[in-house]
């Protein structure tokens, strides 16, 4: 494996190198023409060394090698008895038959067989060393070095880039205190080990504050290691970068950058690790060390259309941090590439996540895990592991607990993964979702024992588990902004199918998008709810069943909710999905909220479909086993399995259902159908809704099935709004709620006595129809008066039954406006015009239709695609005997006849009340008949134009005191008979 045979590249150079100790040589004289503290060694083929000069303490020196050739060691060191500095190296000259020149910059105790690795202390050559500089290009190719010391490595000069050490390769470079130097490796000659590393180690006690650049191959590891009895240390100032390779581990046990400078962490391939702690594997990250940072892995990836092939290319490994992350983060992938394969991988931070986060492809097997996550964090293929904001907010820190934007699946890096079986978006694990059994307090006293941090391990209640890195599926916080997933599923690969479903899990959520236009994604598994777990004393789950539901702004899923997910949501203005084949929990469904279904209430056969739906990245199972979750601990939570009364044991659900918890909580709108596919409702509308679930699910109030009788069959249930709550579930396009329209619907041949409305209460009294769903008025409609038209026929008669009489004017109508929410969305309202007294008789509601199709027009279904017109029932005939027999749809509904006021309809009163035929001779209601009553009933007869009930601009021409009409009869109609019935009945009574 690429990371084990890098871990030994100090072997390889161990065996390039098999000096003699040098101690002995520091007392050797120094050449003539030269003297000092500072002396230089050669050896030749790992021959004994011998000096080749000296120099004073301090001073810079310059070394000319064209005279050298074959296999070289340069060793310098400061040989007095009290460590002094060595000034910078020049190393001048060219020489063609130089092989190599190794460069060690060491103590004279230095053990010769340890002189090249990059793992083993080395002996220290001085107190401050000046720098390392090669000016001849073919000598700097031939060049590496390895360099120790008890203070600094300087950085000279007024130019804070100019470099300070430049040798082919580094192998070692250790300084007690700090590394000042700008070192670069420039890799244009053979690099020693087959791993390429052109920089093995670079090491501080206290600091690094010069860049580091490695031109060519790899960074093996850069660390800061706080070596006492130092301070604190400051950390790592400078710049780290790959320019064409690898970095293998960062480890500081000081900050990485500051506030206002931070520092680049640049790799054209990988980035292993970068850990604000020791070097030790496990080291727990240093509480309040932050990084300020650039972090970016797969800078190859800079050139438009260039994207990672695989997960190893341009990959990160692990940050992890015990303060704040502040920069950025980009990088092919986010996936393990650690010594362990089973650690935990990502981007883990105990304190807030400060830096937007983006991977071109997966962040599989990986955790990103912050006190707050407010930048954006997106992901471009697929996440199998979880994002997460462990914080709680206060008010001084109300961002705790935040993730601003999340981001999964939406990418343009994908084409070549998804060959690889990597579908889109966020995945399940293997591992039971993480146990919060410590309290917020203690999470932030004891931040190394977050559960989110030690997988599955807090007091030892559950065994340490990460699926391959990633401890959980999950994206959860306090408080979520927005969340867009392309997809929820179990399925890692096609043919893999992880244990733990995908969770989205906030107390609220501003707005979640699943899937994309085109009717692509789905929620295809997973759960959708507040995450709030809650244990007794004794580790049991006690969360109440009202802390399960996430308050959610807008939902929007484009494709699906299969039969294997749940949704626990509140609040939400609107939801919207393509396909319900799950669950959707709701405490209640309050006014002005909206479900919207824009295709199948479906149920469990269907699941393929949703599958189908998914961008057709790759062919699903579809055989009934893909529906078997696997064993999952009990648990009475959305995370495990809710299953209701008449769901099996796998937490499938059999058909669809909206289940609301409140009874009489369905207050606001379900809409199926809403993109107006044209298919029946009964491939439509396969679900079920259940209101008033006081037994976890058990038992509902109320259940609206298609399965069920009346007065609970859908999609046209005989239940009026009040037993729901107020509410509607309705079939688009929507239909006339005929139970629920006041007075109810009645067929026209079979309205009879006791329906309708009493005619004395009609000049307050309202006349409602309602619709199962919104409605609008339609284009050209300016006013909802001119979208209906009213008519009437008598009580009875056979005669009349199909024979009616326009009396539009009587009436003043109102309708939705388009902000009306709850039942005002769907409500016609019939009110009488000033002046009106319509008689006992039936009567119609009928919009207005297109003349050529025949087709209603004036009223239509809104919050539907294409805004199709609505339903109502059918009655015949229309003014005149040639359209007897064609069909109206309209509204039916009954004036009662109560001549007597008693408020009981006359018809079901016995004896029948006696006052009819008397009361019409008081025509102009003067307590009494007299010869004006015969004058003021013919003034109206003769008047021509009112026919019918009284008419709006008749009113100014009857008799001021005469508030009826010439239809004394009730017939619906003005004849000769009214003036025949008029006058026998004033001549007959005696009143």
């Known amino acids: 494996m690429h990371w084990i045979a890098k871990t030994f590249i100090a072997i390889a150079l161990a065996f390039t190198i098999s000096l003699p100790a040098i101690a002995d040589d520091c007392s050797t004289g120094c050449p003539t023409g030269t003297s000092g503290d500072v002396k230089l060694f050669r050896s030749i083929s790992a021959g004994a060394p011998s000096i080749v000069g000296c120099a004073a303490a301090g001073t810079n020196i310059s070394f000319d090698i064209s005279a050298w050739s074959g296999d070289n060691i340069l060793i310098i060191s400061h040989c007095g008895s009290t460590l002094g ?76 880039d100019a470099l300070d050490i430049e040798v082919n390769q580094v192998v070692r470079i250790q300084a007690d205190n700090a590394i000042n130097a700008n070192i670069r490796a420039a890799a244009t000659g053979t690099l020693v080990a087959s791993e390429n590393n052109s920089i093995g180690q670079v090491r501080a006690g206290h600091a690094i504050r010069g860049n580091i650049v490695a031109a060519g191959g790899d960074i093996f590891t850069v660390r800061v290691l706080n070596v006492a009895p130092l301070a ?132 599989r097997n990986a955790d990103i895990i912050g006190r707050s996550v407010p930048e954006p964090v997106m992901v471009g293929c697929q996440m199998k592991g979880s994002v997460v904001a462990f914080g709680t907010p206060t008010t001084e820190n109300p961002d705790h607990g935040r993730i601003a934007f999340v981001s999964i699946g939406y990418g343009d890096a994908f084409g070549p993964l998804l060959e690889l079986g990597s579908p889109r978006g966020l995945i399940g694990v293997d591992c039971w979702p993480i146990d919060l059994w410590l309290t917020d307090a203690e999470l932030q006293a004891t931040p190394c024992r977050n559960p989110w941090f030690t997988p599955n391990s807090v007091d030892g209640r559950l065994t340490a588990c990460t699926d391959g890195g990633a401890i959980d599926g999950t994206i959860f916080a306090h408080r979520i902004d927005t969340v867009e997933v392309f997809r929820m599923s179990q399925f890692h690969v096609p043919t893999h199918l992880k244990a733990f479903k995908p969770r989205i899990e906030a107390r609220s959520v501003g707005t979640m998008i699943i899937g994309a236009e085109g009717e692509k994604g789905a929620l295809e598994s997973g759960a959708v709810w507040s995450g709030d777990v809650q244990y007794d004393s004794t580790g049991e789950v006690i969360t109440p069943v009202e802390d399960f539901y996430a308050q959610v702004g807008e939902i929007k899923i484009h494709a699906c909710v299969g039969a294997t997910a749940d949704m626990w949501i509140k609040d939400c203005v609107l939801t919207s999905i393509g396909d319900l084949y799950g669950e959707l929990h709701l405490p209640a469904l309050e006014q002005g909220e909206r479900i919207n279904i824009m295709r199948s209430f479906g149920d469990i056969s269907a699941e393929c479909g949703c599958l189908a739906a998914t961008g057709g990245e790759f062919t699903a199972p579809c055989e009934p086993s893909r529906l078997d979750s696997p064993t999952n601990p009990a648990e009475s939570t959305p995370r495990a399995q809710r299953v209701a009364a008449d769901e099996p044991a796998d937490g499938a659900a059999p058909v669809a259902r909206i289940s609301v918890f409140t009874p009489e909580g369905l207050r606001g709108q379900v809409v199926i159908n809403s993109q107006n596919t044209g298919l029946g409702w009964s491939e439509l509308c396969k679900g079920i809704v259940t209101i008033g679930d006081e037994e976890n699910l058990q038992a509902p109030d109320i259940t609206l099935s298609k399965a069920l009788a009346q007065p609970n069959q859908l999609p046209y249930y005989q239940r009026t709004s009040a037993d729901l709550g107020g509410g509607a579930v309705g079939l688009a396009p929507f239909h006339l709620h005929e139970i629920d329209c006041e007075p109810d619907h ?109 087709i209603i027009n004036s009223v239509l279904s809104r919050n539907v695609t294409g805004t199709p017109p609505t339903a109502l029932p059918t009655s015949c005939g229309g003014l005149t005997s040639e359209d007897e027999f064609t069909s109206y749809r309209s509204y039916i509904f009954r004036i009662k006849p109560d001549c007597d006021a008693d408020s009981v309809d006359d018809e079901t009163e016995t004896p029948y009340p006696s006052c009819d035929s008397c009361e019409i001779t008081d025509f102009n209601e003067s307590d009494g008949k007299t010869v004006q009553d015969i004058f003021d009933f013919l003034t109206v007869y003769f008047l021509g134009d009112c026919v019918g009930p009284a008419l709006p601009h008749c009113t100014a021409t009857l008799p001021a005191a005469c508030p009826g009409d010439a239809d004394v009869n009730n017939s619906c109609g003005v004849s000769v008979q009214d003036i025949f019935d008029f006058l026998a009945a004033y001549f007959g009574c005696s009143m």
Do not use: M
Request: charge should be negative.
């Open 232 to 363: 604190a240390a400051e950390g790592i100032r400078g710049d780290i970068i790959a320019e064409a390779g690898s970095i293998s581990s960062i480890f500081t046990t000081g900050p990485i950058g500051t506030e206002t400078a931070p520092t680049a962490i640049k790799a054209f391939g990988e980035i292993r690790q970068i850990r604000t702690s020791e070097d030790a594997t496990n080291a727990v990250p240093l509480p309040g060390v932050s990084v300020f940072a650039d972090i970016r892995a797969g800078t190859e990836f800079d050139a438009p259309g260039e994207f990672p092939n695989s997960d190893a290319e341009g990959a990160l490994g692990l940050v992890e941090v015990g303060g704040d992350l502040v920069g950025t983060v980009q990088a092919g992938s986010l996936v393990p590439l650690t010594l362990d394969q089973f650690q935990h991988a990502g981007i883990l931070v105990r304190g807030d996540i400060l830096a937007p986060i983006e991977i071109a492809t997966n962040a």
């Open 85 to 160: 500095d060595i000034g910078r190296l020049t190393i001048t000259g060219n020489s063609s038959t130089l092989t190599s020149l190794f460069v060690a910059v060491v103590g004279a105790s230095e053990d010769p067989a340890l002189l090249s690795s990059n793992l083993e202390q080395l002996d220290r050559a001085c107190v401050n060393f000046g720098g390392l500089l090669v000016t001849d290009p073919d000598t700097l190719a031939k060049t590496r070095a390895s360099i120790a010391v008890t203070g600094d490595v300087e950085h000279r000069g007024a130019d804070p």
């Open 746 to 854: 009645k067929d026209n041949e079979e309205v009879g006595p006791g329906d309708g409305i009493f005619e004395p209460g009609i000049p307050t009294d309202k006349v409602l129809a309602r619709f199962y769903g919104p409605v609008v008025r339609g284009s050209g409609y300016f006013s909802w008066q001119q979208a209906f038209d009213v008519q009437c026929r008598p009580l009875s008669n056979p005669g009349f039954l199909c024979n009616w009489f326009t009396v539009t004017s009587s009436f003043t109508f109102t309708g939705p406006t388009a902000t009306s929410a709850g039942i005002g969305s769907r409500t016609i309202v019939l009110s009488l015009t000033t002046g009106s007294h319509p008689g006992p008789g039936i009567y119609r509601l009928v919009p207005k239709v297109n003349a050529e199709s025949g």
